[in-house]
């Protein structure tokens, strides 16, 4: 017999990789020093975002909450760490962070002189107990908007939402709402029931009317009339009391909700055939997205005050929001135009040919594709509007930004600056990054595996 | 508020701008608030406080024409107005008188149609640079970079400072008085330049104001004074001798803790009775209560009380009174007589 025993006979076992391939150390190697230049690159990153951070994190943590005034605040860091420098002076925020949220918002409207360390024992509802209520029912209220998975009847409160809003943040009678919410009533039945009696086209024109009469003329005196056998209703709180991050979030939302469907229409109306409405709508959206924000604002606060009357009672926060809607909505359009330009022609001939008219095409064909793709340029759009709200501090409303140049104009905060920033910062990424979540939530649902 | 947007575009087609002009004092009574038009914030001059209650030198203007007019120092809405803001929110009758420290110029007067009832405070522009620079006078300031705010009259009055001295200067323009202590701090500029009052505040938040030095020239005149819009001359008077009558109190020793019991007594001084009401039928004049200057003056005190407690020497912002004291004292604050 030859020897052949260097052949092997049996199955050597697999071997573990090597550790330098897996792991912890595979992975550092394969992504951050795959090469000499990447090499080079992953150190200088690193050292980087070490020099970042080691001047930034004993700046936050190594800081002080407790202290009166600027002042105070270095003595104590001059005791502890025996310098001032790269120490964050925190007690600003813990003085001051109620106003940058609420502004000048009562604490308890019905006891207006009320602070909150200084609580009137008959107040049994917590201190700004109206705008938070506000804020969780906006979001009760957006939730079967947003998930579709919900209760669909939660959507009721969604209806409510926008005449429930309002009241809560700036009270009086109830019937006020109650009789705009009845304007509503009216222009649907009268389309719902009108349309058998006298067509669609008539329904609406008659509902329309029927509407406005409403508003203009019957619903003032009705809701004074309901209030004067019913007076139920809530202390007012003057528009000029709004401000610190509410006023952002209030100015925000309501030009959020309301320049979507704006923007679908104007989007819808820049594609028609009729000419007059494709016009008024090219008109309006070039108009207002040629102009800064800042010129609609001024316009807002400055020029419309010289068209109006003096004495008229015209909001400069109702003034402020209809201008950041409008702002929203050419924008949103324009994002919106764009999805319905990406949908291939065949499905809009795809609805003609299964009969479906131009409304019922565009609900169930054409818009739920279009919004689908243009949800990215959407949700941008509203983070950048809900951003451009600290632009109204120019014009003297005190949003965040303009609150901290009035707390920096105390004598015992002027001087401070990055902290206050810091702060703001803080808080309008939580409700940007929020945003951006959920649309990249929402394009994963929605991805139907076309592209 | 919707129904307020409603009835606002129906006034729109019914009335002419222009026509509700007059009459303010009448709106304000009505309406049992005075709308004043305060800056967003200036130390020492107006600011919100931790429970938003408004302080300062201005917002003391403001509530002694509120306790003036309504009895009550507590009757004022304040609107925090803008540089940009301010002249239009009192045109168009947002604010019923201005008190945002407001330089008092031609122009301002005569063509934005404005009434300036007196001036409160006597402001100049001027220069503060770190010690270590060894500069002692602003004639000294060849070739230095000048933090500087921009679209403000001390823009203006720097370039034409240095132009009248024959010196080069490069300007580091800036937007707002906290950019620029930041800016200066971080060294970007070796001088800032602003109204006096400000460069005073301002070194009060330095860690140690004393390393920096306010130079002793003075560059312009800023007389900053409350006003009132063209078209309604009894307002404008209300506004003016409310201010003087704080002028006056001072000179004549009332004070906020004195002048109500001298009111009740009375004193052998027949113009401090005048003002206060016991003689004499000044108010009626107004067309306010007899005791309308004692509650103005009981608001927050005569002048130079609201002075010490707001900008005077003993608070951080640490003013001298200077061409703010009164006459007698060399100063420039002179009420005309009551009579």
């Known amino acids: 017999m030859t020897d052949h025993s260097y052949v092997r006979t049996e199955m050597l076992p697999e071997k573990a990789p090597p550790a330098s391939e897996v792991g912890v150390i595979g992975w550092i190697r394969e992504n951050l020093f795959s090469g000499w230049f990447n090499s080079i690159l992953t150190i200088l990153s690193l050292a980087f975002i070490y020099y970042i951070l080691s001047a930034l994190i004993p700046w936050t943590f190594q800081s002080v909450w407790n202290a009166g005034s600027l002042d105070e605040c270095r003595e104590i860091m001059r005791e502890t760490w025996g310098e001032t420098h790269g120490h964050a002076c925190w007690a600003v925020i813990n003085d001051r962070w109620l106003q940058l949220l609420y502004g000048f918002y009562p604490p308890y409207p019905a006891y207006p002189d009320a602070t909150v360390a200084d609580a009137p024992a008959e107040a049994w509802l917590p201190a700004y107990f109206r705008p938070n209520l506000t804020l969780i029912l906006l979001f009760v209220a957006l939730a079967p908007v947003l998930f579709g998975h919900l209760p669909r009847h939660l959507l009721i409160v969604s209806a409510i939402y926008p005449f429930l809003m309002p009241w809560l943040l700036w009270g009086g009678s109830v019937w006020v709402p109650v009789t705009i919410a009845f304007g509503f009533v009216i222009l649907f039945g009268v389309i719902k029931y009108g349309q058998a009696v006298m067509g669609t086209l008539a329904a609406i024109i008659a509902a329309v009317g029927a509407a406005l009469v409403w508003w203009l003329v019957l619903s003032g005196p009705v809701a004074d009339g309901l209030y004067a056998v019913m007076p139920v209703g809530l202390p007012t709180v003057e528009s000029r009391e709004f401000g610190g991050f509410m006023l952002a979030v209030l100015l925000g939302v309501v030009a959020i909700g309301l320049s979507l469907p704006i923007g679908i229409v104007l989007a819808l109306g820049r594609q028609s055939d009729l000419f007059i409405i494709k016009s008024l709508c090219v008109g309006f959206i070039e108009t207002i997205r040629g102009v800064p924000l800042i010129t609609l604002l001024f316009v807002a606060s400055v020029l419309l005050n010289y068209f109006l009357p003096p004495g008229t009672d015209f909001d400069i926060i109702v003034r402020v929001m209809i201008m950041v809607t409008i702002f929203a909505s050419a924008y949103n359009a324009e994002v919106i135009r764009g999805g319905l330009a990406a949908l291939p022609k065949g499905q809009y001939e795809g609805a003609d040919s299964l009969g479906l008219n131009y409304w019922q095409a565009q609900r169930l064909i054409i818009m739920p594709q279009a919004l689908k793709i243009s949800i990215p340029g959407i949700v941008s759009t509203f983070i950048g509007v809900f951003k451009d709200t600290t632009l109204v501090s120019i014009i003297g409303l005190l949003d965040p930004i303009g609150l901290s140049q009035g707390i920096r104009a105390n004598q015992e905060w002027n001087g401070i600056y990055w902290e206050l920033f810091a702060f703001i910062a803080l808080l309008f990424f939580i409700f940007c990054f929020g945003m951006s979540r959920y649309s990249m939530w929402l394009e994963r649902k929605l991805q139907t595996g076309h592209r | ?339």
């Open chain 2, 1 to 339: 508020m919707k129904k307020s947007v409603i009835l606002g575009a129906l006034t729109v087609a019914g009335l002419s701008a222009g026509a509700a002009a007059a009459a303010t004092l009448d709106d304000i009574k009505a309406r049992g608030k005075l709308n004043c038009g305060v800056t967003t914030g200036l130390v020492g001059f107006a600011a919100p406080d931790a429970n938003g209650e408004w302080q300062g030198f201005d917002v003391g203007v403001c509530r002694a024409v509120a306790a003036a007019v309504l009895g009550d120092p507590s009757a004022v809405e304040f609107v925090p107005t803008t540089g940009k803001t301010r002249f239009t929110a009192l045109a168009s009758g947002e604010i019923d008188m201005l008190a945002r420290n407001t330089t008092w110029t031609l122009s301002r007067d005569v063509d934005l149609k404005n009434e300036f009832v007196g001036v409160n405070y006597y402001d100049g522009q001027g220069f503060m640079v770190p010690k270590g620079l060894g500069v002692s006078s602003a004639k000294e300031l060849n070739g230095a970079t000048v933090c500087i705010q921009t679209g403000t009259t001390t823009e203006l009055n720097l370039a034409d400072y240095f132009r009248a001295n024959d010196m080069e200067y490069e300007p580091v323009p800036i937007e707002t008085n906290a950019e620029a202590q930041q800016q200066y701090l971080a060294g970007a500029c070796d001088v800032y330049t602003t109204d006096a009052s400000g460069l005073a505040a301002t070194r009060a938040t330095f860690e140690s104001p004393g390393d920096h030095v306010i130079l002793p020239e003075i560059i312009s005149k800023e007389p900053l004074g409350p006003l009132v819009r063209h078209g309604d001359q009894e307002w404008g008077d209300i506004v003016r001798w409310t201010l003087n009558a704080l002028i006056a109190a001072e000179e004549f020793g009332l004070t906020s803790a004195n002048v109500e019991e001298l009111a009740s007594n009375g004193t052998d001084k027949p113009e401090v009775n005048r003002i206060l009401g016991v003689e004499g039928t000044l108010g009626e004049m107004l067309g306010l209560e007899s005791d309308w200057a004692v509650n103005a003056i009981a608001a927050g005190g005569n002048y130079g009380e609201l002075f010490e407690k707001h900008i005077g020497e003993n608070t951080p912002v640490g003013l001298a009174r200077g061409l703010n004291a009164q006459w007698q004292d060399g100063g420039l604050m002179y009420a005309p007589p009551f009579r």
